[in-house]
């Protein structure tokens, strides 16, 4: 158990339909971090967030967006779903004691299976 | 930008025997760091091991072990007295080093099936 909590652990809905993903890190852990598995795409880094703020941005499409809270969770809202966005996503967490710390390891959540019927 | 080719999509191993999984990576920086994650049929990402690229000693965690070449970017994974709880999918990823600001994200390698025969 990496002590990432990810939920729901399976979605299922429908093209065109909005959901949203819910990571909670590690206690202590400032940095979230989102990242999609997929068949054809392999493992993609998609947002980065620090203590609340956006600090990096991946293959991130418009209609996904995402936001971290003051209680550290973190947010991943995927809208207009189509076919191609049916994937594994995962949360990760960091220390990241400050942004100058090198030697963050990030820990991976069990993930949210996404299907798009 | 960076990027991580693991170049065998399969491998199998006997139990009990040793099975290296190879990994290359492209980039123009001199300090990162690497990562092999394990990912069993549970889907879970599990940290297996780490590597600073400042440090010429190769990382070793009880029966993983990296052979970590820097000016070839190579790092492979070695598996001593393979289990059959080592069976699922190996990545390697990469991450550049970070000064105040900088993103931290990973970037992996399409993956290795390994397999482990009883």
């Known amino acids: 158990d990496s002590g990432v909590t990810q939920t729901p652990k399976h979605l299922i809905t429908a093209t065109g339909q909005r959901v949203t993903l819910r990571c909670s890190p590690r206690?202590?852990?400032?940095?979230v971090y989102w990242y999609q598995q997929s068949l054809d795409q392999g493992l993609q880094f998609l947002i980065q967030?620090?203590?609340?703020?956006?600090?990096a941005k991946g293959n991130i499409l418009e209609r996904f967006s995402a936001q971290q809270f003051p209680d550290l969770h973190s947010e991943l809202n995927l809208s207009s779903l189509e076919l191609g966005d049916s994937a594994l996503y995962f949360c990760a967490s960091s220390v990241a004691l400050h942004m100058g710390s090198s030697t963050d390891t990030q820990y991976f959540g069990p993930g949210t299976r996404l299907t798009v019927l | 930008a960076q990027t991580v080719t693991q170049s065998q999509p399969e491998m199998s191993v006997q139990e009990a025997e040793t099975v290296t999984l190879s990994c290359t990576y492209d980039?123009?920086?001199?300090?990162?760091?690497l990562f092999w994650y394990k990912q069993p049929p549970s889907r879970q990402m599990i940290l297996v091991i780490r590597q600073e690229a400042y440090k010429q000693q190769n990382a070793t965690e009880n029966r993983f072990s990296v052979n970590f070449q820097k000016a070839a970017k190579s790092f492979s994974l070695k598996i001593s007295d393979s289990q059959l709880g080592d069976a699922a999918m190996y990545f390697c990823?990469?991450?550049?080093?970070?000064?105040?600001?900088?993103?931290?994200?990973?970037?992996f390698g399409s993956g290795t099936q390994l397999t482990v025969l009883p």
């Open positions: 967030y620090y203590n609340g703020e956006e600090r």
């Open positions: 206690s202590g852990d400032l940095s």
């Open positions: 990823a990469y991450r550049r080093a970070v000064s105040s600001g900088s993103a931290r994200q990973l970037t």
């Open positions: 980039t123009s920086e001199s300090d990162y760091y």
